[in-house]
Nanobody, 120 residues
Framework: VQLQASGGGLVQAGGSLRLSCAAS????????MSWYRQAPGKQRESVAAITGVGSPNYADSVKGRFTISRDNAKNTVYLQMNSLKPEDTAVYYCNAHITVNGAYFGSHYWGKGTQVTVSS
């Protein structure tokens, strides 16, 4: 199983970016999908998550600005980021709880990060 994230970049404060993360491989089922971020010198933190049935939750710092969604047919999770602030600058990672074909239980998989830089 692989998770491939894309969509990062450099944007001015107040701007928007949309991150995507596609899962591929021998996948039976994808349960929760999430976005995390890690800023320089800080611990990785949860940004947003969405359950298998589409219920989202967000970190307080991004509520009202970020929207997480998923396309189950494409095994893809998205993060629409609006009203970006310099403090949103970080490497963003996707995570998915995936059950592979032939397995009884799922495991968490991480994608490689994508850099988001917000200039003031």
């Amino acid at each position: 199983v692989q998770l491939q994230a894309s969509g990062g970049g450099l944007v001015q404060a107040g701007g928007s970016l949309r991150l995507s993360c596609a899962a591929s491989g021998s996948i039976l089922n994808i349960n929760s999908m999430s976005w995390y971020r890690q800023a320089p010198g800080k611990q990785r933190e949860s940004v947003a998550a969405i359950t298998g049935v589409g219920s989202p939750n967000y970190a307080d710092s991004v509520k009202g600005r970020f929207t997480i969604s998923r396309d189950n047919a494409k095994n893809t999770v998205y993060l629409q980021m609006n009203s970006l602030k310099p403090e949103d600058t970080a490497v963003y990672y996707c995570n998915a709880h995936i059950t592979v074909n032939g397995a009884y239980f799922g495991s968490h998989y991480w994608g490689k990060g994508t850099q988001v830089t917000v200039s003031s």
